[in-house]
């Protein structure tokens, strides 16, 4: 089964990524963005993620601190109240905002309430299921889960393991199933491709969204990343996922199953990559 979903109140440690000439273009984004929400409040994954069809999160992520820095957006911390405890969440807003800590507790509130630990974990089996469904479909079976080992290889160097072994034309790909709001870390992200090299099977990422240059390791790996773009709650939790997609603005769904389209996608390079024409 996948490791927890990344937390989605969780700030990305930007500062282990170099600065980008694009954290200026995204300084000013963000000035004028505040500009024109300057009655509201966001926090830290939220800009991140409202963000990512221009920049990599960790871009946005070093955007607004730097602006905070410089006083030119208003920040705070508040605690949050989850299992472990410790945990603190950032909120940003418009320096012309005098009456911020109302808004941000209610936020505070909504995020509490889809990380509570039962969700998380079910938010990552309800991936991998709807995926096992949706490839099946196109004749990707899935053959092992949990997988450490395969066809006389083993991987020992660390204790993860890949979601899903695929097979489709004596073709096997090692899945790696993420459905959070954030990116897989690239610690993680390298040592899922080293596995899938020891194993001797094809990487296959399967996620909500990615960075261009983590798309672009997996594919010099000889895999491919498919991008689903919607973070899936499961069924039962409608209510929820309005309201964070209302609210907050956030890319949260609860589909029945996954788009033709999506699988297609897959399907399409994998005939392509397999020269078969036509599937």
């Not at 980008?20 to 000013?28: Q, R």
């Not at 990512?52 to 992520?61: A, D, L, P, V």
Request: hydrophobic share 40%.
């Amino acid at each position: 089964m996948s490791e927890l979903v990344d937390e989605s109140w969780y700030e990305p440690d930007a500062e282990r990524w170099p600065r980008d000439t694009k954290v200026d273009e995204a300084k000013d984004v963000l000035v004028r963005w505040f500009d024109e929400h300057r009655e509201r409040v966001f926090y830290g994954r939220q800009l991140a993620v409202l963000f990512e069809k221009r920049f990599f999160h960790w871009i946005t992520t070093k955007a607004v601190n730097e602006l905070a820095t410089e006083k030119k957006v208003r920040s705070e911390t508040l605690p949050l109240e989850v299992e472990g405890g410790g945990e603190e969440v950032r909120f940003y807003w418009s320096p012309t905002l005098r009456y911020w800590r109302r808004q941000a507790l209610r936020i505070r509130e909504l995020i509490q309430e889809f990380s509570r630990p039962e969700l998380t974990r079910a938010l990552g089996l309800h991936a991998e299921l709807l995926f096992d469904a949706a490839l099946a479909r196109v004749g990707f079976f899935p053959s092992a889960q949990d997988v450490r080992a395969y066809a006389g290889r083993e991987w020992t160097k660390t204790g993860h393991d890949l979601d899903r072994l695929y097979e489709r034309d004596k073709v096997v790909y090692g899945a790696e199933i993420k459905n959070g709001l954030g990116y897989i870390e690239q610690e993680e992200l390298t040592i899922k491709l080293e596995m899938c090299e020891v194993l001797g099977v094809r990487p296959l990422f399967i996620m909500r969204m990615a960075a261009k240059s983590y798309v672009e390791q997996v594919r010099q790996r000889g895999g491919f990343t498919l991008l689903f773009g919607w973070q899936l709650y499961p069924y039962g939790h409608e209510s929820l996922a309005k309201r964070v997609r209302e609210e907050l603005g956030l890319p949260v769904d609860c589909p029945r199953a996954i788009s033709e389209g999506t699988v297609k996608r897959f399907l399409d390079w994998h005939v392509k990559q397999r020269g078969q024409g036509a599937a």
